[in-house]
């Protein structure tokens, strides 16, 4: 099983909503991540959890919460958006951490990600 | 701060027609991933290149690495529609610095 996945697919919210994001995958990989993606843009990378501590956070402002609460699952909590937080967010796992925490990462596998849109 | 350049960013290509993409990138790196995305769709990885020289290759693309001019392309040979797609390489920084993709568009 080299899956990947993420619900909802789809998500509509208003600026005053909480919302949650959801992430998981039954590979055994100890590394997973978040990133945004707006229209014609590559992938921003916002957060990374090794062995299920956040490792990195690129300064991503706080309306955006990530909590990792075992090996398989890794939510995205959202509060008070901005209509410009709108965008594809894409979840991925990899057997290990990458540079950063030490030891090298394998392929990142990607989820089909989670459209959202901040009305 | 790592740079991640690609070009061209945009590829009209013809059937049956050969091309390269380039990847440029500022860091010492010994690893470089390709991946395509299909319009409105994830990523899906195509190629984890895990050291100088290296060389991949799945159908009618072919990704190679140089280390040291810290450099990786992707060919693509005897170019057919189904390969329309964005195309991105990405460095692995303890997440993946991704450059801003190759948009190909294969006509008949």
Not at chain 1, 51 to 59: M, Q, R, V
Not at chain 1, 86 to 104: H, I, M, N, Q
Request: glycine letters at 6%.
């Amino acid at each position: 099983d080299t899956e990947v996945t993420q619900t909802p697919k789809h998500l509509v919210m208003g600026m005053t909503n909480k919302k949650s994001l959801k992430c998981e995958q039954h590979m055994g990989h100890r590394a997973m991540y978040w990133y945004k993606q707006k229209a014609k843009k590559p992938p921003e990378l916002m957060f990374v959890y090794s062995y299920e501590k956040l490792s990195i956070n690129e300064s991503v402002p706080s309306r955006f919460s990530p909590e990792c609460p075992n090996s398989s699952l890794l939510n995205l909590h959202l509060h008070a958006l901005q209509p410009e937080d709108s965008a594809l967010y894409l979840c991925a796992s990899s057997p290990l951490p990458g540079l950063a925490g030490g030891l090298r990462t394998d392929t990142q596998y990607f989820g089909p990600g989670t459209r959202l849109t901040v009305l | 701060e790592l740079k991640v350049e690609q070009n061209p960013l945009f590829l009209s290509m013809q059937e049956g027609k050969n091309y390269t993409i380039y990847c440029n990138y500022s860091t010492t790196s010994d690893r470089l991933y390709w991946y395509r995305q299909d319009p409105g769709k994830s990523l899906e990885s195509l190629f984890v290149l895990l050291s100088n020289g290296a060389v991949k290759q799945e159908g009618r693309l072919m990704a190679s690495l140089d280390t040291k001019a810290r450099l990786s392309t992707l060919h693509i040979t005897a170019a057919v529609h189904d390969l329309s797609a964005t195309y991105f390489c990405a460095v692995d920084m303890g997440g993946l610095v991704f450059g801003k993709g190759t948009k190909l568009t294969v006509n008949p």
